[in-house]
C-alpha cells in the first residue's frame, strides 16, 4: 500500500500531498497518510471528509495514520490550503509578502546586518497583521537550515499560518538538501507568481 510520509511539514504541505494522492488512486484503492501534528491531522480530516473520502485514523506516540480509500466522483477543486487552521491564533493576514534574497540586513558591517536579519524575523511574529508569505532565494535560504538562529522563529510563523517558500534551485546549488528545518520546496514561477499578485513586496 502506498505511504504518504508527511511528518515535520506543516500546512498546507500534507494536503497537497493527500489530494495528489486521491487524484493518483483508482476508485476503491487506498493509501496511507502519516503526520505527526495534531492541527495538520485535524486539517486533514477535514479535507477528507468535505471530500467524501472513506478513511481510518490510528494514532501512535504522536504519529497519526489515516488509511483513505478513494471514493468514485470528482475531488473538490478547492484549494487544498484553504483547509489550513494555523496552529497559534493571530490577529489576521496582511496583504503582503515579505522576499528575502540574503542572510543579512542592510548594508555596512556584515556582523550586524546578520544580526538584523535575526531580529526582523522575529519581529514579523509580533505584527498585528502577519504577512501571507515569506519567500527565501539566494543566499537568504540559509536562514531556513536546522541551525539558523531563525529557524524556531520562522517554525512559529509557520504554524501561524504564513506560507514559507524555498527557492529550490538556491537550496540545491548550497548544498542545503539535507538541512532544510522548514518550509516548502517552490520554483522561481511560483515565487514571482506570489510576487506578483501581493499588494505589496517587503524586501529587508
Known amino acids: 500500500m502506498r505511504i504518504v510520509d508527511t511528518k515535520g511539514q506543516l500546512c498546507p504541505a500534507p494536503l497537497i500531498a493527500a489530494k495528489r494522492a486521491l487524484k493518483e488512486a483508482n476508485v476503491g ?8 501534528n495534531n492541527t495538520s491531522y485535524n486539517n486533514l480530516s477535514r479535507f477528507l471528509k468535505d471530500n467524501n473520502t472513506d478513511f481510518q485514523v490510528s494514532e501512535n506516540n504522536g504519529v497519526w495514520t489515516l488509511t483513505v480509500t ?12 484553504d483547509f489550513c487552521t494555523p496552529e497559534i491564533a493571530h490577529f489576521e493576514k496582511g496583504d503582503f509578502i515579505v522576499a528575502i534574497s540574503s542572510d543579512k540586513m542592510g548594508e555596512g558591517d556584515d556582523q550586524l546586518g546578520y544580526l538584523l536579519m535575526q531580529n526582523f524575523i ?29 529557524i524556531e522563529h520562522l517554525k512559529d510563523l509557520g504554524k501561524m499560518g504564513v506560507e514559507i517558500l524555498l527557492c529550490a534551485t538556491c537550496v540545491n546549488y548550497y548544498k542545503l538538501e539535507e538541512q532544510i528545518g522548514t ?10 507568481e506570489s510576487m506578483a499578485s501581493a499588494g505589496k513586496v517587503v524586501k529587508p
Open 29 to 36: 484503492e487506498s493509501f496511507i497518510v502519516l503526520t505527526d
Open 70 to 81: 478513494r471514493r468514485s466522483g470528482p475531488l473538490s477543486q478547492t484549494n487544498a490550503a
Open 122 to 150: 522575529k519581529a514579523l511574529k509580533d505584527l498585528n497583521n502577519l504577512p501571507q508569505k515569506i519567500v527565501f532565494y539566494n543566499k537568504g535560504v540559509t536562514l531556513v537550515t536546522n541551525d539558523s538562529p531563525a
Open 183 to 192: 518550509g516548502i520546496l517552490s520554483n522561481m514561477y511560483t515565487i514571482a
